[in-house]
């Protein structure tokens, strides 16, 4: 099983449209959480961290499940600014290191 | 505006030779990542360092790659000999001393190798 598992996508939205992607995580240890967001051709930008509450910020919102071991973003009201790939970043339990799942391509039309 | 440097954004070099990639990270920041992306592998983590030293390269090619900190504001990463397969977009980023926090990526260096 790999580390940190995505489905590709693309998903296909129009604006105004709640999307939501998931992302599951291989090990139980594991400490902390982020979404990160990259544009074609641009380097990844952090979108959120993901607290074990839950968070929210403006029109996303982020959960963790830490028993099914996944975590979770929702995109309310889409615009065609939100059309990027959605990285799910997970640090590892004793490691300052981040792992990257593959993203989730994501894209809104009018 | 804080953010993290890399130079050369771009390089096209022929095989079998040396390619350097600079990184400045965040003044501040002491704990340096490399990754590289492929189409193929996404974000593979290559080396990182934390207060200049290595704590880990296992995702990197050690016969040919090499990666080094000479001073807390620069890091470097070196190919010789490069070879077509390296060809990707690597990435640097910065992150604070806390342990578990984000990290904060530079615009990347596009690697391609003839």
């Known amino acids: 099983r790999k580390e940190v598992e995505q489905d590709p996508g693309p998903f296909n939205v129009p604006e105004g449209a709640t999307v939501a992607f998931n992302c599951t995580y291989s090990?139980?240890?594991?400490?902390?959480f982020f979404w990160y967001r990259q544009d074609c051709r641009k380097e990844p930008k952090l979108l959120m961290s993901v607290y074990s509450s839950g968070n929210e910020d403006g029109r996303f919102t982020a959960q963790l499940n830490r028993a099914s071991q996944y975590i979770s973003l929702l995109i309310r009201d889409s615009k065609l600014s939100d059309s990027a790939t959605y990285l799910c970043v997970v640090t590892p339990s004793g490691y300052s290191t981040l792992t990257f799942g593959k993203g989730t391509m994501l894209l809104v039309s009018p | 505006d804080a953010r993290v440097t890399q130079t050369p954004r771009h390089k096209v070099t022929e095989m079998g030779q040396e390619v350097t990639m600079r990184c400045q990270p965040i003044l501040g920041h002491n704990t340096v990542f490399w990754y590289r992306q492929t189409m193929m592998q996404g974000l593979e983590l290559l080396a990182y360092?934390?207060?200049?030293?290595?704590?880990?390269d296992s995702g990197m090619p050690k016969d040919r790659f090499s990666a080094e900190m000479p001073d807390a504001t620069l890091a470097t990463l070196k190919i010789q000999p490069s070879e077509p397969r390296d060809s990707a977009v690597y990435f640097c980023a910065s992150g604070s001393s806390q342990m578990t926090g984000p990290a904060f990526f530079g615009q990347g260096t596009r690697l391609t190798v003839v």
């Open positions: 090990n139980s240890a594991s400490q902390s």
């Open positions: 360092f934390r207060n200049r030293a290595p704590l880990d």
